[in-house]
């Protein structure tokens, strides 16, 4: 799955309005200038034994669009995502990442390239799914087999005049064993994914990992949701399998960006301030039973503390002074007091025995 996550709003793609599904295909196919812009946080916390008290997080802010079409149902499309990454002991870095890729509308999966997914052996998309599959029929997201539990399940949105949208709503699970920078882990998930029932893309999506070994491990979140489309979604009372209550509107949503910044800032403000003297571990690779999505070069390791000085630098260090104390005695004929060590009085000059 994709990843990698932010504070950093992208602007707006302009894109047109999607056309209406091809009675023949039997579901929507993406057409040009369909596309959507979303948020995504991720989180590894809840460590037990060598992982007890350590945490990483990772935000994003991403955009997929579809550039065109091909009779043969290939689709091309771009990605953009700006990343940020940090852990509890404050290393932090960011990068953006961008490109083409191909899919078919057909197969679901990519044909050539992808959204920055690595790792995997042809894989389905995860942002796009055949919105005609009923309930209780199946559809693939990356390499996992998800069930379609309902097809009008009312997603919370707070874009929405209702507070909630449409939506189908798959669940997939699963387990693997993870085997990388971090150790060998059993891990099992659990993925819940929601689409637009007019088009077939991604809503949102929550992905749940526990891994373990032995008395080691850590959880995995990872929750993401679009900020805005160029195709309506449809607003619908707030019960799940509710049934569409108002025709849906393109979504802009300065209120929720902004709550999204807010969360982002508080949260990476809470990180820092709980900063412990932990050693950094690199992060997580992503969710995944074959595939292995990267976050982009390690942060550089941190340097040598600097030597300790006894001086301050630059000024040259203090002479040690020794003082000896010395025995006089009186000589025996003036009575002046003399050295011990002398052979003769200093004054008199008469030998000292």
């Known amino acids: 799955m994709k990843f990698a996550w932010v504070v950093v709003l992208l602007p707006l793609l302009v894109l047109a309005a999607p056309a209406g599904a091809s009675a023949s295909a039997g579901h929507y196919l993406p057409q040009a200038g369909d596309g959507f812009h979303y948020t995504e946080s991720w989180f590894l916390n809840a460590g037990t034994g060598n992982y007890s008290g350590y945490s990483e997080y990772s935000f994003i802010n991403g955009s997929v669009g579809v550039t065109g079409t091909a009779p043969n149902g290939t689709d091309a499309a771009t990605y953009s995502n700006v990343d940020t990454w940090g852990n509890v002991t404050g290393s932090y870095y960011g990068w953006t990442s961008s490109g083409t890729f191909t899919f078919s509308a057909a197969t679901f999966r990519y044909v050539h390239n992808t959204d920055n997914q690595t790792g995997y052996v042809d894989p389905s998309v995860w942002f796009y799914v055949n919105n005609s599959v009923a309930a209780g029929g199946s559809v693939t997201l990356l390499n996992t087999p998800s069930t379609v539990v309902a097809t009008d399940y009312a997603y919370p949105f707070a874009a929405s005049s209702t507070g909630y949208v449409s939506t189908i709503w798959t669940v997939g699970n699963g387990t693997f064993s993870r085997n990388d920078i971090y150790g060998a882990f059993q891990a099992s998930y659990s993925w819940s994914s929601y689409f637009d029932p007019s ?155």
């Open 199 to 353: 088009t077939g893309y991604v809503v949102g999506y929550s992905y749940v990992e526990h891994d373990v070994n032995g008395a080691n491990g850590f959880t995995i979140t990872d929750t993401l949701r679009v900020t805005s489309t160029t195709y309506p979604l449809t607003s619908v009372a707030g019960t799940s399998g509710g049934t569409a209550s108002s025709s849906g509107s393109t979504i802009s949503e300065p209120l929720l960006i902004g709550a999204v910044i807010v969360v982002v800032v508080v949260v990476v403000i809470v990180i820092i301030a709980i900063l412990a003297s932990r050693s950094r571990r690199p992060r997580i690779p992503q969710h995944s039973a074959t595939g292995n999505l990267g976050f982009g070069p390690a942060p550089p390791p941190m340097g040598s503390p600097p030597p300790v000085r006894l001086t301050p630098s630059g000024q040259p260090a203090v002479q040690q002074i020794v003082i000896r104390e010395t025995v006089k005695v009186p000589c025996r004929y003036c009575g002046t007091l003399m050295d011990s060590t002398a052979t003769v009085c200093p004054n008199c000059g008469a030998p000292r025995t």
